[in-house]
């Protein structure tokens, strides 16, 4: 997290939202729920976007869906589904 989270810093256009579905913590300050909810809130309509995404088919599925809903063009969503 760390390490990422240094790039938001060294990197201008880059902007990390960790976002975790399924936790219970009191101590988690972060974004809860699913990432397509995280898009509608962080991201606005336009093709100043590039995503990098990893996981499972159906999560990367559900997230280049909302990314095309935002009107973020196919050719800048990179993933890979395992």
């Known amino acids: 997290m760390d390490k990422i989270k240094g790039f938001e810093e060294k990197l ?3 902007k990390f939202v960790p976002t975790l579905s399924r936790e219970d913590s ?3 300050t972060g974004e ?3 990432v397509p909810s995280a898009i509608d809130k962080y991201i606005e309509k336009g093709e100043n976007y590039s995503a990098y995404l990893c ?3 159906a999560m990367i599925d559900s997230i280049v ?3 095309l809903n935002k009107d973020i063009p196919s050719e800048k ?3 890979d589904k395992f």
């Open 26 to 28: 009191q101590e988690w």
């Open 77 to 79: 969503i990179y993933y």
């Open 12 to 14: 201008k256009d880059f």
């Open 55 to 57: 996981g499972s088919p």
């Open 65 to 67: 869906e909302a990314l």
């Open 32 to 34: 809860r729920g699913r």
